[in-house]
């Protein structure tokens, strides 16, 4: 079983910078790949970023490649997602998410096994 919990989420203005947090709780959190997923009001929950098991490899949405950075700190058992050059459309709940394989899809929001309350993120222009 693996709990998360995510943190970070505020008001910023448009150009600004955030870092989302998603604290997991688990004796297995190690070994699985973790992706960071949005939703915004009316619309569906989007993948934002994806990160292997180890860090390695790292995957994007092409709506979010260049600005955001996802990375883990395994000791901790914490990923981050950077987020810079907010933009208005960023707004959204942002969810982290947990899946054991570490292979095949990555993008897709059913492959995830658990997922996190979410945090919101309002980006003000």
């Known amino acids: 079983q693996v709990q998360l919990v995510e943190s970070g989420g505020e008001l910023v203005q448009v150009g600004g910078s955030l870092r989302l947090s998603c604290a997991a709780s688990?004796?297995?959190?190690?070994?699985?790949?973790m992706g960071w997923f949005r939703q915004a009001p009316g619309k569906e929950r989007e993948f934002v970023a994806a990160?292997?098991?180890?860090?390695?490899?790292?995957y994007y949405a092409d709506s979010v490649k260049g600005r955001f950075t996802i990375s883990r700190d395994r000791p901790k058992n914490t990923v981050y997602l950077q987020m810079n050059s907010l933009k208005p459309e960023d707004t959204a709940v942002y969810y982290c998410?947990?899946?054991?394989?570490?292979?095949?899809?990555?993008?897709?929001?059913?492959?995830?096994?658990?997922w996190g309350q979410g945090t919101q993120v309002t980006v003000s222009s």
């Open positions: 990160i292997n098991w180890s860090g390695g490899r790292t």
């Open positions: 998410a947990a899946k054991s394989s570490n292979y095949g899809d990555f993008k897709s929001s059913q492959v995830y096994d658990y």
């Open positions: 688990g004796r297995t959190f190690s070994s699985y790949a």
